[in-house]
């Protein structure tokens, strides 16, 4: 699971409801239940960079839906062999554009009851399970490019995510950075390092993190709050 409900409230324990009551015995992971609220760009980045950890056969189920109820599309993903379901608002954009193989499909399936605010719960969650169970997609291949973003950048030079220690993560892939290049963000300029511990205790660095994004740290402090960073916050590629 890929949101951005939060953990307060009912709606993930009502999306997981749906999973358990239609493809019991399957586990569920929450992979991400704060992506950036209602940032189809910033999510899509990190979509891409940490679903590529998960084996073949893997449904991601994906609500980060601004436009949910609207004219936006309902979409599957198949993407070398991990299924997407969610909202055709570019969510799935640099899943598709940097995936081998891709196939789409449009969702023809309707549920008996669909809220017009919650279609996580009533269209995606149930497609889901039946992908989940190894149904085939539950609608007709897209041909319509409504979906895709395809002005939006290889990687995105701003803050993506903020993490539980104050760490900003960037749409910025590590390794296409050129060797010794530094960023700049907050009207600071941030040296590369490798580790925490390479830089002294209140230094901000920045450093390829575990899932190969470019991420702005500061050594036992907080980057978020010590540079002022927040999602959207732009960084800048210095050489």
Known sequence: MFTDFG???????????????MAPGIPAIDLFSDAP??????????????????PAGTVFLCVVDPGVGGTRPSVIVEADG?????????????????????????????????????HG?????????????????PGRPRLDEGDRRRDWPEDLAEIVYIDHFGNALTGLRAARLPAGARLAAADRLLEGATTFSDRPPGTAFWYENS????????NQGR??????????SPVEIVL
């Open 7 to 21: 953990l307060h409230g009912p709606y993930t324990g009502q999306m997981k409801a749906v999973l358990h009551q």
């Open 37 to 54: 609220v209602g940032n189809p760009q910033a999510s899509a980045y990190l979509l891409a960079a940490y679903a590529e950890w998960f």
């Open 82 to 118: 991990r299924w997407y379901v969610g909202p055709g608002n570019g969510l799935f954009e640099l899943i598709q554009r940097r995936a081998a193989e891709t196939f789409r499909w449009d969702i023809d399936w309707k549920p008996k009851r669909l809220s017009a605010s919650f």
């Open 121 to 137: 719960r009533d269209l995606f969650a149930p497609v889901a399970a039946m992908l989940a169970r190894r149904e085939p997609p």
């Open 211 to 218: 899932n190969g994004l470019a991420e702005i740290a500061v």
């Open 223 to 232: 980057a978020d709050g010590e540079l002022g960073l927040a999602i959207g």
